[in-house]
């Protein structure tokens, strides 16, 4: 049965978020701004919080850095998943990866059907690991980086949830967390 098993330690782990957007500073950045404080909230450490232009040289050279500091556990990027013309995010960070996580794709568009219908067919949310760093990116929109976090981040980040979370997957923490 999947659940939080209070009886096991939490492991905290390192995010930053990145945010992609032409139009978006610190002042009205709400996205990345509610994973930023669901990181804290949730007990775990932001590392970082940043934006960026969608810009696929802007944007690789942020995930680069990031994957690059063995502190990161993960990166969380929100925006520049969608079909405007500029929105690149995919084009930019998909080239990086090792491994893709196909599921979390699957995982984040059945959640968002349940929120916004069929639209959720417009989000490329997609998700992989470069080196020892996982990185999931999600849509630009407050609603879907809710989505993303209360249904999905929420248990996978957090080393207690059963059956198994990422946290036993990231380097610092194989063997500590089942």
Not at 85 to 104: I, N
Not at 137 to 148: F, L, N
């Amino acid at each position: 049965m999947a659940r939080i098993d209070d009886s096991l330690t939490f492991y905290p782990i390192n995010i930053a978020v990145l945010t992609i957007s032409d139009t978006r500073d610190k002042s009205n950045d709400t996205s990345g701004g509610l994973l930023a404080e669901r990181t804290i909230a949730a007990g775990h450490n932001l590392a970082g919080h940043i934006i960026v232009k969608d810009d696929i040289p802007a944007i690789q050279a942020a995930v680069k850095a990031w994957v690059k500091d063995p502190d990161i556990d993960v990166i969380l990027t929100t925006g520049g998943t969608g079909f405007a013309p500029r929105d690149v995010t995919p084009e930019a960070v998909k080239p990086l990866f090792e491994r893709d996580m196909d599921g979390f794709s699957t995982v984040f568009h059945h959640v968002s059907l349940s929120t916004v219908g069929i639209s959720t067919l417009q989000s490329r949310a997609f998700a992989g690991q470069i080196d020892n760093t996982f990185v999931f990116c999600v849509p630009g929109s407050t609603g879907a980086c809710r989505d993303a976090w209360d249904n999905i981040f929420a248990f996978q980040f957090n080393s207690q949830y059963r059956p198994c979370s990422l946290v036993g997957k990231m380097e610092r923490y194989r063997g500590l967390c089942p």
